[in-house]
């Protein structure tokens, strides 16, 4: 299952945020000016509501789970190690990745591995892989 937010979806988290934030505050103001206090359950949920939402929007779809598939070495004038990937995301067959020698020696085949999707500058896509 793919968690990817796009520079897209950033803006609109922000711009969500904010508006969540002023929308709070003004029925806030209403309340104060209607009966001079605030009830604390108003508060609360209003901070958990805009809390919860934002870190949904913000963490959770930061991050992809994929599978390690297969592992393999090519030697010739040197040597690269790659590691097999299962589909994810915009990559929708298998993909297999150069990495480190002591990342490859570290993973193991159907492991699950975090990979963190990025578009560069000229939109040429680029990741990272953690366990």
Known sequence: ??????IGWKIFAGIFGALCIAGA??????????????PVGVLLFAFVFCVGLGGLL?????????AVTGKRI?????TSYYVSLSPWGRYTADDEV????????????EESLRIFLNDG????????LRR
């Open 1 to 6: 299952m793919e968690y990817r937010m796009g």
């Open 25 to 38: 505050i003004f029925f806030l103001s209403k309340l104060l000016s209607s009966s001079g206090r605030i």
């Open 58 to 66: 913000w963490l959770d779809t930061m991050r992809t789970l994929v």
């Open 74 to 78: 090519s030697s010739g004038k040197s």
């Open 98 to 109: 150069s990495v480190s020698k002591s990342f490859y020696q570290s993973v193991h085949t």
């Open 121 to 128: 500058k000229w939109g040429v896509p680029w990741y990272r």
